[in-house]
Every structure is written in structure tokens, then in C-alpha cells.
């Protein structure tokens, strides 16, 4: 199997393809090699223990309107998002001007 535009569909004398470059540059620089090494041992540090289903979700939900962008949690954010657009949605005529 070959890539698009790759030996088979070009002709016999024609350079490589775009594509071939960056297989070449990729296979002889190996970009990201020697990375994961470097931080392995912090990862344990960074991922928060695993709790329960329940107590997940319920830290999705907000205290405030406002603590969900001040609180740096994203899930929150896009709830709230998530809550705005199926309230301005349900709101019919009278919400014409908003959804503009």
C-alpha cells in the first residue's frame, strides 16, 4: 500500500512528493524522540487520583455563574455553554433578537 502520490502513480524520473520530504525529514530527525523519558516522572504527580462517577459530575456543575470561568475547570465552562444555547434555543419569538 502505497501513499498518494506516492512511487506507483509517478513517473520514473520525477523527484519525490511533498509527502515523501516530510517521511524522509520525519525517519532521519525523529522528532519527539527522547521526550517521553524526560517527564515520566512527574506524570504520577500530575494526574489527580481516580474518585468516584458520582463525585465527577458533580464537580462539573458550578457553585456560581461566574466560578466556572474563574475556576479553571473547562468542563464547566462548556456545560454553561451547553445550558445558555438550549435556554436561548427554548425561548422561541421572544428570543429572536439574541439569537441574531
Known amino acids: 500500500m502505497t501513499a498518494p ?3 506507483s502513480k509517478r513517473k520514473k524520473h520525477q523527484p519525490p512528493t511533498r509527502e515523501g520530504w516530510w517521511f524522509l525529514g520525519a525517519t532521519l530527525l525523529a522528532p519527539g524522540k527522547g521526550f517521553a523519558p524526560i517527564f515520566s516522572d ?3 504527580a500530575a494526574v ?3 474518585g468516584s462517577k458520582t463525585r ?3 464537580d ?3 457553585s456560581t ?5 474563574t ?3 473547562s468542563l464547566q465552562i462548556l456545560l454553561l455553554a451547553t445550558l445558555s444555547g438550549i435556554a436561548l434555543g427554548r425561548v422561541g419569538e421572544r428570543g429572536r433578537l439574541l439569537n441574531a
Open 5 to 7: 502520490g506516492g512511487p
Open 42 to 44: 512527574a506524570v504520577p
Open 48 to 50: 489527580p487520583a481516580a
Open 56 to 58: 465527577f459530575l458533580l
Open 60 to 62: 462539573i456543575i458550578p
Open 65 to 69: 455563574f461566574t466560578s466556572a470561568f
Open 71 to 73: 475556576g479553571g475547570n
